[in-house]
């Protein structure tokens, strides 16, 4: 059974900055992408970035030059550095893997960002 842990989250200012991580634990394999999504209150959820296997990035437009993705393929484990952060950057993120032809999906971690 694949689990997927997120840590980081929590509150800040804004202007701030927060690192999450994301640590896969179980029997992974065939990484193909890894990627953060986040959900405001009364909001769809929504990608805000993604890594392929390759080290290939992608970046919502609201959070480019702002937030940076990265991995560490040994540890199974994504990043995401997010700086100057925003109000508007409130919600829940939640860590992505698509690996050996399935989804999975972490529980979350609040991120909470006051003006």
């Known amino acids: 059974q694949v689990q997927l842990v997120e840590s980081g989250g929590g509150s800040v200012q804004a202007g701030g900055s927060l690192r999450l991580s994301c640590a896969a634990s179980?029997?992974?394999?065939?990484?193909?992408?890894m990627g953060w999504y986040r959900q405001a209150p009364g909001k769809q959820r929504e990608l805000v970035a993604g890594?392929?296997?390759?080290?290939?990035?992608n970046y919502a437009d609201s959070v480019k030059d702002r937030f940076a993705i990265s991995k560490d393929n040994a540890k199974n484990t994504v990043y995401l550095q997010m700086d100057s952060l925003k109000p508007e950057d409130t919600a829940v993120y939640y860590c992505?893997?698509?690996?050996?032809?399935?989804?999975?999906w972490g529980k979350g971690t609040p991120v909470t960002v006051s003006s």
């Open positions: 992505a893997i698509s690996w050996g032809g399935m989804n999975s």
């Open positions: 179980g029997n992974i394999f065939a990484i193909k992408t």
């Open positions: 890594i392929t296997w390759n080290g290939n990035t």
